[in-house]
């Protein structure tokens, strides 16, 4: 062990390195201080700390002393979640313990679960409250958690009403048994104390040899301020009960009171009782902490004292991390050939060789190394999932899948468990049988299939057949996978056009009209083909539907009308889809008629769902799967199935109704949705709106179809025409398949129990899509429901059945083979922090619909304490308590996690509208890893730096006002936005270089694109914005910021490491937050 100690007067570092983790101590002179305000901390060099790849991270702040007892209960693994499911899963076992039942490997009964009987104590939310669940359904019924320390002298409940402290139903999703609250246990506005700490999870997990004491010398358990449930005085825990499964047990005080079990739910699984104290309450979800985090100095051991402040520069970097693993795996060819390896980071450009496993730009995993056992799992409570992206795009340099085709034979698969031919597969007695690598059954090789085997015991043929040696291929289908056994006819496209009077006025319908004559023009097709296979329809509306015939052999369309809007048909078969290019006169009269035909028209109600009833009837009566591409821009309030009202109540935020503006307004948009899906019909949704427009209830049809929403704020054709543009032809030409369905199968010991995603399930094994394009992710949790053995690890296969856009169905498969330990350290060693935030942010967006807020950011911030406590119990070596210890591969950890925290989904903001932040839910359901990682890390260049000869890109610096400049120019991108922002003192010869004008005063905010000059500064920024856009799903729209205008507000909010102007915590703040949670968790 190295020791550099740094020591200035009585406060201090020390660095020190050890195994595959790295420790920053930060020393505090003279006992506790105060939490009012931040502390303090010796600037040490970042590149000193966190250069080394096998290194983990440790602070000190000034506050982590012994807190009064607390002992770490059995975590839970839960959920956020969704009422739909009922009863508990098969294989769960209930641990029995001091700290009451608790659910193992997360596997949390699902079903809905009402307010319960609560207890609340003096000092805040519930003695018996609940606990860190994934979001849980419907508000809960009783759980409790573990026990916590005193917080804070505050008699007002943290907990707005019951009903959020009410235990919670937990559902398969791996959030629902987390617990949220703003960081902590509320949100403050300025002036009101800071929030307690949420509830603990509790741990439980197998027996492990006994470890060496964490808990600091003389550390005092402190009887809590009388509840409602001890009476006065009574001590939370009688002197901690240790336990050799986990970290010391809280005592058995409250175990025996549970509250009767709702129907549906089953006794014992709650969690432990909790003798919460919890802080002041916060008003609303706003989390400011004045000066500082949440906490108050009464608990606090000794005096207070100054308050000093902790360095920024000292606590891990995101762009350091990011720098790092470019340095290290950068340009390099990364192989799958390894079970279980963890593939660089999605920010690092890579060729990825496809050796055995599914190349990482198709399957990304939170940990790369499962837990053996349920038990562990728990313990630790890292989700262990998959985001899993079927068409990713691949570039240019890697090769595109291979297409296997049988014949009539069609794919080999395993006769018991129907998984197909991998390299998971065992060949054994010659060639003549084969043992499957997911369900270890010995299935005969078909006759055709035969092949001998070398001395090695593989095929001969082993490097010629795609399926045996590479990760992901494909399949042609045989007749048995298509509906009625007959080939499917190739898709179509709808386009279906809102001629309200408004969307005519501001010329959106004429631009429309113009664009689809060129973009119809490219039309994706087969690879080997030279016209598209797709054929196109044209509907226009307002009150009623118009239909248009464009047979190529009429000399004008002819419109069809059909008024009736409650019982939509199709006025016409023939003549309404046709292909392209042999009616191209025919439809660019069309287009060029509809603009004028509408001209005087003064209707200004639409309807909505008979028009995606229009479009789903005709694709039925054509008998093809296909997508319906629709330009809208009101509130449907015309006489009409689907018509919804204007519910934008801003009352409801931050109150337990918070949840139903995120519900779609009526179960129309629900019951249509699974129609289009049974029809393959995929609907992507282009918004225009001048106001509310509902979009929770308009965007469900784009969400469960796996379509896209696109939304343009109050659309003005000078300023946001590109930006629309971009995206429907972008749309129009990416790689898509049709009429989907997608399983995912593992091996024995495991299995995918909850998936989040534009997606539709009937059951609880397929996942079906209308369409899937390459830019949506699906992600899957996975649970034990048996141990897992090191030696065969965890096999994951994703098979996709879809139809290509020449109408031939095919069979994707992607496979990944993935290490088992009994090691929590080796679980650690393998998590893929992206990931882990791309589930987080999913399991918590689902939950939006069923929970409060305030419960899901309170599962949140528990569950990061969690995991980090976990890992610092079990794998960190023995250390003061006042260290915080991150494991190197979750150093970035909790930057990320109070991004999310702070995004507008779960803390309300004023200036953002009920619409945006649905829009905003709907989008990250479907995101990949990268794109999550962008949305909730912008990217922050600073442009002033450019190196005008080279093309790459300048070094990102961090999310954070203090690395802004008056003398710089900033570009910052987080994936649906861009900003250009610009210092006061920025250099005249940038500006004029860059906007042609002569200073900072003649820049003309209101441009949405660049100008186009011919110097090297204007060229060189112009090919930066188009590389940060050219891999992303949604075109960015530039907004032009100055420094010290009003605009600034909204640029601010993406400073994601500071604290946020109307609530959420800074960085820093947020980093004490969860050290002083583990601390509890701890003691």
């Known amino acids: 062990m190295e020791h550099q100690r740094l020591t200035s007067g009585d406060s201090g570092v020390v660095w020190t390195k050890e195994g595959w983790e790295s420790r920053l101590i930060l020393l505090s002179g003279k006992g506790q201080q105060s939490y009012k305000k931040c502390f303090f901390c010796r600037a040490i060099p970042w590149n000193d700390i966190f250069i080394m790849s096998q290194q ?30 009922a009863g508990s899963p098969p294989g769960m076992m209930k641990p029995a313990g ?92 300025p002036g009101q104390g800071p929030p307690g700490p949420p509830p603990a999870p509790s741990f439980q997990g197998p027996p492990r040899p006994p470890q060496p004491s964490i808990m600091q010398p003389g550390s005092q358990v402190l009887p809590p301020p009388p509840t409602t449930l001890n009476g006065p005085g009574a001590s939370p825990l009688p002197p901690s009960t240790h336990r050799q499964d986990g970290f010391p047990g809280p005592a058995p005080l409250n175990t025996q009171y549970q509250p009767p079990p709702l129907p549906g739910q089953s006794l014992g699984t709650g969690y432990p009782p909790q003798q919460a104290n919890y802080g002041p309450q916060m008003a609303g979800g706003q989390l400011s902490y004045p000066g500082g985090f949440p906490g108050g100095p009464a608990q606090m051991a000794g005096p207070p004292q100054l308050q000093k402040k902790l360095d920024p520069d000292s606590i891990p970097s995101p762009i350091q991390v990011i720098e790092n693993d470019r340095a290290t795996r950068g340009g390099q060819v990364y192989a799958t050939n390894t079970r279980g390896q963890v593939p660089p980071l999605v920010t690092t450009d890579c060729v990825i060789q496809d050796q055995g496993n599914a190349s990482p730009r198709y399957i990304r995993c939170t940990t790369y190394c499962f837990p ?49 031919m991998c390299p998971f597969m065992q060949f054994i007695e010659g060639g003549r049988r084969y043992q499957c690598g997911f369900c270890n059954c010995v299935n005969d090789v ?13 095929r001969l043929d082993h490097y010629e057949k795609p399926e045996l040696s590479l990760g992901s291929y494909e399949y042609v289908a045989t007749l048995d996978y298509c509906r009625k056994n007959k080939p499917p006819n190739p898709p179509a496209f709808i386009f279906m056009i809102d001629v309200s009077y408004s969307n005519i006025k501001n010329g959106l319908v004429k631009l429309i009209c113009e664009e689809l004559k060129t973009v119809l023009e490219k039309l994706p097709k087969e690879e080997q083909e030279e016209t598209s296979a797709i054929r196109v329809g044209f509907i226009t509306y307002n009150k009623v539907l118009h239909f248009f015939n464009v047979k190529s052999n009429l000399a004008q369309p002819q419109m069809m009308v059909v008024t009736d809007v409650g019982e939509v048909f199709v006025p016409l078969l023939d003549g309404f889809l046709v292909n392209y290019q042999e009616s191209q006169s025919v439809i660019h009269n069309l287009l060029d008629q509809i603009p004028e035909m509408f001209a005087d028209s003064n209707e200004n109600e639409t309807v909505f769902a008979p028009v995606i009833q229009a479009g789903m009837e005709a694709l039925k009566a054509a008998d093809c799967p296909g997508k319906l591409f629709i330009f809208h821009s009101s509130l449907p309030t015309a006489e ?94 990416k790689k898509i398949g049709f009429d989907a369905i997608m399983r995912v199968r593992t091996s024995t010991g495991f299995r995918a129990t909850d998936f989040f995603g534009g997606i539709f399930m009937n059951n609880t094994t397929d996942v079906e899509m209308a369409a899937i394009d390459c830019d949506k992710a699906v992600t899957v949790e996975f649970k034990h429901d048996d141990k897992l053995g090191e030696d065969s690890g965890a096999l994951i296969q994703c098979a996709v059945l879809y139809t290509t856009v020449g109408g031939q169905r095919r069979l994707r498969i992607h496979n990944l083979g993935l290490n088992c330990s009994s090691q929590l350290a080796d679980l650690y060693k393998s998590c893929e922090t992206d990931a882990l935030i791309n589930f987080f942010a999913k399991s918590a967006f689902k939950a939006v619909l069923y929970q409060p807020l305030k419960v899901i950011r ?32 979750m150093k970035v950890l909790p930057v990320y996690m109070n991004c999310l925290l702070k ?33 909730f890390y912008p990217q922050l260049l600073p442009i002033h730096t450019l190196d005008i000869k080279s093309t790459t890109l300048p070094a990102a610096i961090r999310c954070s006002e203090a690395r802004l400049s008056e003398e710089g120019i900033f570009l910052l991108a987080n994936g649906l936005n861009m900003f250009l922002w610009l210092g006061v003192s920025s250099p005249p010869e940038l500006i004029q270089g860059i906007f042609n004008v002569p200073s900072f005063a003649h820049v003309n905010t209101d441009m949405t ?35 010290r205008e009003q605009p600034e507000m909204v640029f601010r909010q993406y400073l994601v490491e500071d604290k946020g102007l109307y609530g959420g915590s800074s960085y820093v703040d947020f980093l004490c937050c969860v050290h002083k949670e583990i601390c509890q968790l701890l003691n």
């Open 640 to 733: 009409a199935p689907g018509k919804l009202k204007n519910r934008d109540d801003k009352k409801l935020i931050n109150t337990d109704k918070e949840k139903i503006l995120f519900q779609p307004q009526t179960n129309v948009y629900d019951a249509l949705a699974k129609d289009c899906v049974a029809h393959g019909c995929c609907v992507t949704l282009f918004l225009f709106p001048s106001q509310y427009v509902d979009v929770a209830s308009l965007g469900l049809v784009p969400h469960l179809t796996g379509g896209t929403l696109y939304k343009y704020n109050n659309f003005q054709m000078h300023m946001d025409s590109q930006q629309f543009l971009n995206d429907l032809r972008n749309d129009i030409e």
């Open 1009 to 1043: 694109l660049l100008p186009e000059i011919g110097n090297p500064y204007s060229q060189t920024l112009r090919m930066i914005m188009s590389i940060i856009q050219q891999k992303r799903p949604y075109s960015m729209k530039l907004t032009i910021v100055k420094q």
């Open 446 to 458: 078909p006759p055709f299939y035969f092949q001998h085997l070398d001395h090695i015991g593989r």
């Open 903 to 935: 995004n507008c989904v779960l803390l309300s903001r004023p200036e953002i509208s009920t619409d945006e932040r649905a829009y905003q839910r709907q989008l990250v359901m479907t995101m990949d890893v990268a794109d999550s990682q962008l949305f």
């Open 372 to 420: 053996c056992t349920s038990d562990m799992a728990k313990q630790a409570q890292i989700p262990l999932a998959a985001v899993i992206k079927p068409f990713a795009t691949v570039p240019s340099n890697e090769t595109p899948l291979y297409l296997v085709n049988h014949g009539e034979n069609g794919p080999v698969r395993c006769n018991r468990c129907k998984a197909y």
């Open 56 to 85: 983990g991270y440790v602070a000190t702040p000034p506050y982590s002393q012994s807190q009064p007892g607390i002992g770490l209960s059995p975590p839970h693994y839960g959920h956020y979640v969704d009422p739909s499911h």
């Open 858 to 889: 309170e599962i949140l911030v528990n569950q990061t304490a969690h995991m980090l406590a976990c890992y610092r119990k079990n794998c960190a070596s023995p250390s003061a308590a006042s260290q915080l210890i991150l494991p190197d591969s």
């Open 98 to 189: 001091p700290l009451g039942a608790a659910v193992p490997g997360g596997m949390l009964p699902q079903g809905p679960s009402h307010p319960g009987p609560h207890q609340f104590g003096q000092n805040g939310a519930h003695a018996q409250g609940h606990p860190p669940q994934r979001f849980p359904g419907p508000p809960p019924v009783n759980s409790a958690a573990s026990s916590y320390a005193p917080y804070s002298p505050s008699t007002q409940s943290s907990y707005p009403s019951p009903a959020s402290t009410s235990s919670i139903t937990q559902l398969g999703s791996q959030l629902n048994a987390m617990h949220i609250n703003s960081y902590g246990s509320g949100m403050a506005p």
